[in-house]
């Protein structure tokens, strides 16, 4: 199985249905490079990224979708980022494990928070809902039920190689010149679909395998991949925003400040000499002598 990080778009033809099937390779062997992950939690961790990818496009959002789970189980926070030119980012908190559990064993009587940031400073948009069912799947159904109010089902499956997700979504319109049990006829074939399916057949292979007897319009598809925000310069705007005598006293402490990033583990460090420059410039210098 070659690395194949995409985001594959289709319609059936004729029908209200429209649907995407994303597989993440390389970007989810970056991810896990960072953090070792026990397979409970990387597991969930992926169908969460593989989501992330799905609900970003469904929701043609221009800036960022930010879904984080947090809970009362094993499985703390769960929290991933897609932006939308399709960048990802994501990490995980837990605790001890048990063997194996649904999604409400892990995470117990957790929340659900999506988010989406628009680009430009407008205004953000934040729904909060309970974590119901037994997979992340399932919750994010419900989510996508009460606040898009369209029919909406997905599939997600992750393991060590791969993270894969397919959502199917019954767009509104006049059906009455269409076929009225297109819908029900395409979930059940869909609800065919194995976990192994999913994660080790190609894009094409899929569909033709699943939707041989309908008629599907196959988009271009689009490429997916890690990416982290984190930055020097938003270091730089939060020890700004500390203040230089609060700075100052964390490195009599430590010896330097040094911030890292949880998401993709890069490390920040500034000592007396780069703080003295940073709150004496509008800018960071590119002479600084900032490590990282």
Same mark, same amino acid.
């Given at each position: 199985?070659?690395?194949?990080?995409?985001?594959?778009?289709?319609?059936?033809?004729?029908?209200?249905?429209?649907?995407?099937?994303?597989?993440?390779?390389?970007?989810?062997?970056?991810?896990?490079?960072?953090?070792?992950?026990?397979?409970?939690?990387?597991?969930?961790?992926? &169908?969460?990224?593989?989501?992330?990818?799905? /609900? #970003? =496009?469904?929701?043609?959002?221009?800036?960022? %979708?930010?879904? !984080?789970?947090?809970?009362?189980?094993?499985?703390?926070?769960?929290?991933?980022?897609?932006?939308?030119?399709?960048?990802?980012?994501?990490?995980?908190?837990?605790?001890?494990?048990?063997?194996?559990?649904?999604?409400?064993?892990?995470?117990?009587?957790?929340?659900?928070?999506?988010?989406l940031e628009p680009q430009n400073d407008h205004e953000r948009y934040q729904s909060i809902v309970e974590l119901k069912g037994n997979s992340l799947a399932d919750?994010?159904?419900?989510?996508?039920?009460?606040? &898009?109010?369209?029919?909406?089902?997905?599939? /997600? #499956? =992750?393991?060590?190689?791969?993270?894969?997700? %397919?959502?199917? !979504?019954?767009?509104?319109?006049?059906?009455?010149?269409?076929?009225?049990?297109?819908?029900?006829?395409?979930?059940?074939?869909?609800?065919?679909?194995?976990?192994?399916?999913?994660?080790?057949i190609t894009e094409l292979e899929l569909l033709h395998r699943l939707y041989h007897e309908e008629v599907v319009r196959v988009f271009e598809p689009s490429p997916?991949?890690?990416?982290?925000?984190?930055?020097?310069?938003?270091?730089?705007?939060?020890?700004?925003?500390?203040?230089?005598?609060?700075?100052?006293?964390?490195?009599?402490?430590?010896?330097?400040? #040094?911030?890292?990033?949880?998401?993709?583990?890069?490390?920040?460090?500034?000592?007396?000499?780069?703080?003295?420059?940073?709150?004496?410039?509008?800018?960071?210098?590119?002479?600084?002598?900032?490590?990282?």
């Amino acid at each position: 199985m070659s690395d194949n990080d995409t985001l594959q778009k289709f319609l059936f033809e004729h029908t209200p249905i429209r649907g995407e099937l994303v597989h993440l390779d390389a970007t989810w062997k970056a991810i896990q490079e960072k953090h070792d992950y026990p397979p409970l939690v990387r597991n969930m961790l992926g &169908e969460m990224m593989a989501a992330a990818v799905l /609900l #970003a =496009a469904t929701l043609k959002l221009n800036g960022r %979708l930010v879904i !984080q789970l947090q809970g009362s189980g094993p499985i703390t926070l769960m929290v991933v980022e897609c932006s939308n030119a399709q960048e990802l980012r994501g990490l995980a908190h837990w605790q001890s494990l048990p063997e194996d559990g649904n999604l409400m064993t892990l995470a117990g009587d957790g929340k659900l928070t999506i988010t989406l940031e628009p680009q430009n400073d407008h205004e953000r948009y934040q729904s909060i809902v309970e974590l119901k069912g037994n997979s992340l799947a399932d919750a994010l159904m419900s989510y996508l039920q009460q606040s &898009e109010q369209l029919d909406t089902y997905l599939w /997600l #499956a =992750a393991n060590e190689q791969r993270a894969s997700g %397919l959502l199917l !979504q019954k767009l509104p319109g006049d059906e009455a010149s269409q076929d009225a049990d297109s819908w029900n006829r395409i979930i059940t074939l869909t609800s065919t679909v194995t976990s192994a399916e999913l994660l080790q057949i190609t894009e094409l292979e899929l569909l033709h395998r699943l939707y041989h007897e309908e008629v599907v319009r196959v988009f271009e598809p689009s490429p997916v991949c890690f990416r982290c925000s984190c930055s020097k310069e938003r270091v730089v705007s939060m020890l700004r925003s500390l203040g230089l005598n609060e700075v100052k006293s964390i490195i009599t402490d430590e010896g330097e400040v #040094a911030v890292a990033c949880e998401f993709c583990n890069q490390k920040y460090a500034f000592d007396l000499v780069d703080v003295e420059e940073l709150f004496t410039t509008s800018t960071p210098s590119n002479s600084s002598t900032t490590r990282h």
